[in-house]
C-alpha cells in the first residue's frame, strides 16, 4: 500500500553514498518505536522503558538484491510534552518512520493530527515517510485498509512519498520489508533532487 513511489534503486544502491541514511522514528508514545528500534539492531526483543529524550542507534540492515543500508534512528520520545522536539529530528532527515499502535483506536485520530503535522512542514517537503501498523500480532488490531482511512493517508499530499507497512515489532515481522520500501523512496528522491540541480 503507498502512494505509487516506490520501486527501483538497483543502479545506485551500490555507492557508498546510497548505503547510509538518516532516519528520524516518530509516532505517539507506546506505539513501540524502541522496540522497533531495538528488534533491528539485536535481531531480539527488548524491554523497553517508555523513552524520556531519545535514543539513537546506527543498524545495518540487509535488504533484498543484496543491498546492506546503514539506518542511522533517531528515536525520539512520543509523550505530549516531546513532541515539540520532533522538529529538530525531522529538520535535516532522509526518510521517517512513524510508528503507530493498531490497535490504540481512540488515539488514531491524534496520531493522524501529528503525522499530518509533520508532513505538512516546509522542512519535510518531499521526505518520504513509513508509517508501521504495528502490534498486528494483537487479536484486535485494525486492519492496514481501517488505518489508512482512520489516518487520512490519502490526504498526505502527492509530494510525500509514503507507505503502509503491518509489522509485529516484537517478532520483527515486516520490518525489513517496510525498510526496504523506504529505502527505495529515498534513492527516488536523492535521484530526483539531482536532476533537478543540474538544471
Ligand atoms: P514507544 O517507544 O513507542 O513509546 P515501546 O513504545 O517500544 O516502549 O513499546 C510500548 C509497549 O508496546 C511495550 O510493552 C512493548 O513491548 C509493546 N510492543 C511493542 N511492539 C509490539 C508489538 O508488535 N506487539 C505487541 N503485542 N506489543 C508490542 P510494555 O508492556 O513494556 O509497555
Ligand atoms: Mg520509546
Same mark, same amino acid.
Request: aromatic share 8%; glycine share 8%; proline share 3%.
Given at each position: ?13 551500490? *555507492?557508498? %553514498?546510497?548505503?547510509? &541514511? ?8 507506546? /506505539?513501540? !518505536?524502541?522496540? #522497533?528500534?531495538?528488534? *533491528?539492531? %539485536?535481531?531480539?526483543? &527488548? ?8 535514543? /539513537?542507534? !546506527?543498524?545495518? #540492515? ?138
Amino acid at each position: 500500500m503507498g502512494n505509487g513511489i516506490s520501486d527501483q534503486s538497483a543502479m545506485f544502491s551500490n *555507492l557508498p %553514498f546510497f548505503k547510509s &541514511v538518516h532516519i528520524a522514528m516518530l509516532g505517539l508514545d507506546s /506505539a513501540g !518505536k524502541t522496540t #522497533v528500534l531495538y528488534r *533491528l539492531q %539485536f535481531n531480539e526483543f &527488548v524491554n523497553t522503558v517508555p523513552t524520556k529524550g531519545f535514543n /539513537a542507534e !546506527k543498524v545495518k #540492515v540487509a535488504l533484498g538484491g543484496s543491498r546492506t543500508v546503514t539506518f542511522h534512528f533517531w528515536d525520539v520520545g512520543g509523550q505530549e510534552k516531546l513532541r515539540p522536539l520532533w522538529k529538530s529530528y525531522t529538520r535535516c532527515t532522509d526518510g521517517i518512520v512513524f510508528v503507530v499502535d493498531s490497535v490504540d483506536a481512540e488515539r488514531m485520530e491524534e496520531a493522524k493530527t501529528e503525522l499530518h503535522k509533520i508532513t505538512r512542514s516546509s522542512e519535510t517537503h518531499g521526505v518520504p515517510v513509513l508509517i508501521v501498523a504495528n502490534k498486528q500480532d494483537l487479536r484486535h488490531s485494525l486492519s492496514t485498509a481501517e488505518i489508512e482511512k482512520m489516518l487520512a493517508l490519502g490526504e498526505l499530499g502527492a509530494s510525500t512519498p509514503w507507505h503502509l507497512q503491518p509489522t509485529c515489532a516484537i517478532i520483527g515481522d515486516g520490518l525489513k520489508e517496510g525498510l526496504e520500501r523506504l529505502h527505495d523512496m529515498i534513492l527516488k528522491r536523492r535521484k530526483m533532487l539531482r536532476q533537478q540541480k543540474k538544471k
